[in-house]
């Protein structure tokens, strides 16, 4: 959902600039604008016809009865929530440290984080040339709303907001959730990740 709201915003439409103004000061995107993109993006598309999955929404639980009611109304249902945590100083240091490529979007991560003691390792994903994507050589750019004040901003609306949809899902029959701690890193994360998933959509 971010990258859609990301695309709208790098097209400067009205509804684009609408959404920076938002962004900027590290709050949502009103629901009223965001619900534009959810119907179109989960059911008018053939890339969704094997299933999709969500990250970055729902956000609130405006958000989450929205979705419930569009779900219900297309004939569907969620089947599986998938919470990743993470200590929130690591976390703001690695929003601080995200680089993307310009040119073809490919992520990296310039932070290094490693605290044996706490059981956190977190190298750098860094690119084999400073500011060059390994891919295309594209330039590298920090998105303006990554920074210290914006994140923390970010982290009240969730404790405000999100966090109360958690028990929400947790609720729901039938509904698989599963929680999953990245503190050691992607490296070492992706496998426990892959496997979870194998386990919960056997092919």
Known sequence: MGDLIRDEMKR????GEEMRSFVKKGQLVP???VAKFVDTALFDSPDTDAG????GYPRNMEQAAFLDA???????????VLEL????DVLIQKAEGRRGCENCGR??????????SAGIYMPPLAPKVDGKCDDCGGALFRREDDNAETIKARLKLYHD?????????KSQPGLVYRYLDVSKGK?????????LLAKEFPK
């Open 187 to 195: 490296a070492a994360t992706t496998p426990l990740l892959l496997d």
């Open 85 to 88: 945590g993470l200590r929130e």
């Open 12 to 15: 400067d439409s009205p509804l």
């Open 52 to 55: 999709w999955m969500l990250d």
């Open 107 to 116: 992520g990296y991560n310039l932070a290094n984080i490693i605290d044996e």
């Open 161 to 169: 907001k999100t966090a109360p949809i958690l028990d929400h899902y």
């Open 31 to 33: 629901d009223e604008v």
């Open 70 to 80: 569009l779900l219900e109304k297309r004939g569907r249902g969620l089947q599986f």
